[in-house]
């Protein structure tokens, strides 16, 4: 029995969800893969699937299984790849997960760039909703958090951005820029809501004053849960927004929108790159978090430096 090909079979049905499925996934016949799953659960003594006339799902024992099945095949894969790096150079699938967000604004921009560098290493990219990311079940997941962010996963920095204020020019055609933080109370702001944090106030620091922070009270005239939305609503002329700098570059250097209040800025978060291991990272993943960290903060330091007013 090919102990690894019915590990692929098994994790294969279970994420497809049923043996039909994984069968049209694998380019195998439906028996063939009935017949995987039987021998495997054979040889360990135990029903791993439970399966019904609509529906297949895992056992509890097979739920356990499939976490181990999971980082064997991941282990096996890496190891191929770094042993085909020796002959082959940089090449294989590279498995990157991201928050609608950033994968919108940080991933996808550098998509060509990358395969420039590397026309043989092939993006699978998953877009994850949610705070609970995939990590294991990619090479590289990206991840945005405060820069006191602090969990229980493998998790490399590659950029510091920063929040800032900015607004589109229809918006400051009918309302002169702000000139001080104070001023920020007389004009039409947009902001993101956090559980954490009141709606009504914006904390501004100057690189002047360390990390002395002025708080403003401000006049929220629209706030948003969600940053793509949030964008959008300053882009339409509607007030001053507090937007991250890396979502926003484009449209700085654009002159779609422009910055308010330069050098002051609302909050530090750092970018990283979450990694399902420590263990044989391959090439094109070392490769990619280098390329990553690269463009990102060049883009983020020219954002900084471009579309500032007062």
């Known amino acids: ?33 009935t017949r995987f799953v039987a021998d495997l659960e054979r040889d360990v003594g135990a029903r791993l699937l439970q399966r019904s006339t609509r529906r297949v799902s895992l056992t ?62 092939q993006l699978d990219i998953h877009v994850s909703v949610g705070s609970d990311l995939p990590i294991a079940d990619h090479d590289v997941t990206l991840l945005s958090a405060p820069s006191d962010y602090d969990a229980n996963v493998i998790a490399r ?59 403003v009270a401000v006049r929220p005239v629209c706030v948003v849960n969600h940053a793509d939305t949030l964008m959008g609503v300053a882009l339409g002329g509607a007030g001053i927004g507090v937007l991250s700098v890396d979502l926003v570059a484009e449209h700085l250097r654009a002159g779609r929108l422009v910055r308010v209040l330069a050098p002051w800025t609302c909050g530090h978060y750092t970018l990283y790159a979450a990694l399902p291991s420590r263990k044989f990272m391959p090439a094109r993943t070392r490769a990619f978090l280098d390329f990553l960290a690269e463009r990102t903060r060049a883009r983020i330091c020219e954002a900084l430096g471009v579309g500032a007013q007062g």
């Open 1 to 33: 029995m090919d102990r690894l090909m019915t590990m692929r079979v098994f994790q294969t049905v279970a994420d497809e969800g049923g043996f039909a499925a994984a069968a049209r996934a694998l380019d195998m016949s439906p028996a063939t893969v």
């Open 157 to 215: 920095p590659f950029a510091t951005t920063v929040g800032v204020l900015c607004a589109a020019p229809a918006y400051l055609s009918r309302r002169p820029a702000p000139r001080t933080p104070q001023e920020l109370a007389e004009h039409d702001c947009l902001l993101a809501s956090h559980a954490d944090m009141r709606a009504s106030v914006v904390h501004l620091s100057h690189p002047a004053q360390g990390e002395h922070l002025t708080e």
């Open 60 to 121: 509890e024992a097979g739920m356990a299984y499939l976490v181990r099945v999971r980082l064997i095949l991941a282990d096996v894969g890496e190891a191929r790849a770094m042993a085909q790096e020796y002959t082959g150079g940089m090449s294989g699938v590279l498995r990157v997960c991201a928050s609608p967000v950033l994968a919108v604004h940080i991933l996808a921009p550098l998509v060509a760039q990358f395969r420039a560098r590397h026309p043989s290493v």
